[in-house]
Nanobody, 114 residues
Framework: QVQFVESGGGLVQPGGSLRLSCEASGFIFRQNTMAWYRQLPGKGRELVADISFAGQWINYSDSVKGRFTISRDNAKNTVYLQMNSLKPEDTAVYYC???????WGQGTQVTVSS
């Protein structure tokens, strides 16, 4: 079955960096657009970034553009999210998924606080 295992979250100070990883299984990874979402406390899930199957098209939400970088390694069935210049408002649970979305993983908590 489709499965996503996110990792790399943690507590970081404002201005710091984190790199999230998501290993996917249960579908043909290299044929699917992949995305990172986040769910802020008390809010719905929002799309942060997406990357086409070969990485030729990438999109970012306005809130993270210029600070976050999405990438993928099709040989490892893994998608990454490099997050720089983190702000307290980036605090959220981060999830990856394919597009269209399927089953959700457990996510990884990112907390930005001094």
């Amino acid at each position: 079955q489709v499965q996503f295992v996110e990792s790399g979250g943690g507590l970081v100070q404002p201005g710091g960096s984190l790199r999230l990883s998501c290993e996917a299984s249960g579908f043909i990874f290299r044929q699917n657009t992949m995305a990172w979402y986040r769910q802020l406390p008390g809010k719905g899930r929002e799309l942060v970034a997406d990357i086409s199957f070969a990485g030729q098209w990438i999109n970012y939400s306005d809130s993270v553009k210029g600070r976050f970088t999405i990438s993928r390694d099709n040989a490892k069935n893994t998608v990454y999210l490099q997050m720089n210049s983190l702000k307290p408002e980036d605090t959220a649970v981060y999830y990856c998924n394919k597009l269209p979305t399927g089953t959700w993983g457990q996510g990884t908590q990112v907390t930005v606080s001094s």
